[in-house]
């Protein structure tokens, strides 16, 4: 078997379209050039339609604006520039209806500008990643963060010495209000209160009722 394969120009653009990510190629002007891979449905919409056409055609101004920054910004510094952007189908003008992620995603953007070939417009290539179950994931993450954080504070507040009042037993807080102890322990914990009357204060309360046993 030749090991030997020539690597042709229909191998490379068969290998550019199967790249599951999106790669943009835009101009410093923000004209859609070209748009390779990105045959990801589950993440990815297709975008070939936009192929000349200029980011401010298809997006709302302050967006449009936004990504036109980020494309010079990496155009400029002659560096890989990276940028996190929320963006959804309906944002696009002409990806409404398309096969993909529904919703908001997050992505992140690798713009990396290619080197001047003449008198052609300086140009970058925009790679798209979505990380919408990473940034889902951590979002969940820094809620359970908080709901722990905020369960050992409970905890802590519980298990430390609580200033009771030695009449009407009511309980101060951490904000210098006095609470009945049912309102504080049920704001502090997961416990609630049924009322009922023990023994000793039935018999005192209600003698007729309950007579005492001596």
Known sequence: MDMNLKTTDSTINAVLAAIPEPFF??????????????????????????????????MAAPLADDFLAQIRKAIESEAVHNYTYQLSAKDIKGSEALTGPEGKQWFEAHISPIRNTGNQPRMVVWISFNITPARNALSEKDALIAELQQAFREIKTLRGILP???????????????????????????????????????????????????
Do not use: Q
């Open 164 to 214: 009771i009042c030695s009449y009407c037993k009511k309980i101060r807080d951490d904000k210098g209000y006095w609470n009945r102890i049912e309102e504080y322990i049920r704001d502090h914990s997961e416990s609630d209160f049924s009322h009922g009357i023990c023994p000793e204060c039935a018999r005192k309360h209600y003698p007729a009722y309950f007579p005492s046993d001596t």
């Open 25 to 58: 190629v835009f101009d410093e002007n923000g004209h859609y050039v070209d748009i390779l891979g990105g045959v990801d449905r589950n993440k990815y919409h297709d975008g070939r339609h936009l192929v000349g056409k200029r980011i401010h055609d298809v």
